[in-house]
């Protein structure tokens, strides 16, 4: 632990030495940031956290950009107060870890070149792949924040990763290669006022008690090593008539698999597993509508075991993995239409295949959902009303969010926003499990 804090420490000096020097040699230099209260109230048809409150944080996100001609130098950080203690990091990316009322995450850092046909980009980044609305098919490169679902969009929950990006540029045509030395986990929520923890890790199963992790040191994580590294490749054909784009990856698993071991009192631990895919996803305008196609082949992937079957195998003295390899396909399909009168609407449908027995898995075969968006602006595009909602076609639970955003001024805006799961009417479920997240967010931001 001392050890990476030191690392930590070193790398945040590291980034502040970078700050002053591209202030001294910048011919130009840009400063903006936001400001954000967040504060949610579990709604009354929720088991546990009736008329708790589930949110109450407050986010300062800077973005600093130095320019020196065909150079950039980019420093996105964001201080997060919790009044609830919910704060969850990775263990990379913060300067405080296990303090959940606090934290100082990195979302970017890197310097950028741009020669016009080959550019450089070094450091912390953001990169989003595939044509899905709020949902991973193809976006595999950058781990997600999965210690919040409540009033956060999927765009917000991407995370840098520190790389080395070479991309070569045509005038209709972009290919990307990526190197990744160091892995960088998704957020989980491990924090112990985190709302999310005791649905990711409850501590019961059935009449067995569960020692749940705490940390990141309770997981198997890669070896910081050279031969552990990832890399990507990108691909992107501009055309009026369509835009085309391919995607590879070989790396690992941004969540772990997470495993049970024991008999009365179950250790859960959890190790991350290498993996591969390819894909390509298309967006064809036609009118006012955009059809949107993406699809993803993952060879061989390691999916989770249940905990059932893991204690199964135990009590009959065999060997219990927490994942089996199993081929993977994943598709959507799906429409945005921009009518007249300020609407905006998506639609999609997406389906995830998996191959073999699916006995010993904590999932089934064969699984799709579909998804709605309607937006509407109002009062001279100064209200936006909208509303969201997926679907699981298997059980048909459901997870909506409806949320009105009104501009007081350019600068500060206020939000009302109502998330909402419902457990199937069979099953739980998908999204039934997070039935007690159901809640409604009051958001204010100022941007400056």
């Not at 065909?70 to 303090?99: K, P, R, Y």
């Not at 295949?353 to 699916?358: F, K, Q, R, W």
């Not at 500060?412 to 967010?441: A, Q, R, W």
Request: include cysteine; proline fraction near 3%.
């Amino acid at each position: 632990m001392m050890n990476a804090l030191r690392l930590r420490k070193g790398f945040f000096a590291t980034l502040l030495f970078c700050l002053a020097a591209a202030s001294l040699w910048a011919q130009d230099i840009s400063y903006s940031g936001k400001l954000s209260a967040l504060s949610g109230l579990g709604l009354p048809n929720t088991h546990d956290n009736k008329g708790e409150f589930l949110t109450g944080s407050l986010m300062f996100d800077n973005v600093f950009k130095a320019y020196l001609e065909e150079s950039m130098f980019v420093f996105n950080a964001i201080l997060i107060g919790d009044s609830l203690g919910s704060q969850s990091t990775n263990g990379l990316s913060a300067f405080v870890s296990d303090d959940g009322h606090f934290s100082l995450k990195l979302k970017e850092a890197y310097f950028d070149y741009n020669g016009g046909f080959i550019a450089l980009r070094v450091g912390r980044q953001i990169s989003a792949w595939g044509k899905a609305d709020g949902i991973q098919i193809a976006d595999v490169l950058c781990p997600q924040d999965e210690s919040t679902v409540i009033a956060s969009t999927y765009k917000e929950s991407r995370q840098g990763i520190d790389a080395v990006r070479l991309s070569f540029i045509g005038e209709s045509i972009q290919a990307d290669a990526y190197w990744i030395p160091i892995f960088t986990p998704s957020t989980l929520p491990l924090a112990s006022h985190n709302p999310l923890r005791k649905l990711v890790f409850p501590e019961r199963l059935e009449n067995v008690t569960l020692d749940t992790p705490s940390r990141y040191d309770d997981f198997d994580l890669p070896k910081k090593k050279i031969a552990n590294s990832e890399y990507a490749l990108r691909v992107g054909l501009y055309r009026p008539a369509f835009d085309l784009s391919f995607y590879g990856f070989y790396g690992w698993d941004d969540m772990p698999f997470h495993s049970y071991t024991g008999t009365s009192s179950v250790k859960v631990g959890g190790t991350y597993e290498r993996m591969a895919m390819v894909g390509a996803d298309a967006a064809l305008p036609v009118g006012n509508f955009v059809f949107r196609l993406e699809g993803a082949w993952f060879p061989n992937r390691h999916t989770q075991t249940s905990a059932d079957w893991q204690l199964a195998q135990q009590q009959d003295g065999k060997t219990a993995s927490s994942s089996e390899k199993r081929h993977q396909l994943l598709g959507l399909v799906g429409f945005d239409w921009d009518p007249a009168g300020g609407w905006t609407i998506t639609a999609q449908y997406i389906a995830d295949y998996v191959a073999g027995s699916t006995s010993e898995l904590d999932r089934k075969s064969y699984q799709h959902q579909a998804s709605l968006s309607v937006e509407k602006k109002l009062l001279n595009e100064t209200l936006t009303l909208s509303g969201q909602a997926f679907m699981d076609l298997r059980t048909l639970s459901t997870n909506s969010e409806l949320s009105a955003e009104y501009s007081l001024t350019d600068a500060i805006k206020l939000s009302l926003i109502g998330n909402l799961f419902l457990e199937g009417p069979k099953e739980e479920g998908k999204y039934g499990s997070l039935h007690d997240l159901s809640c409604v967010t009051l958001k204010g931001t100022i941007s400056f």
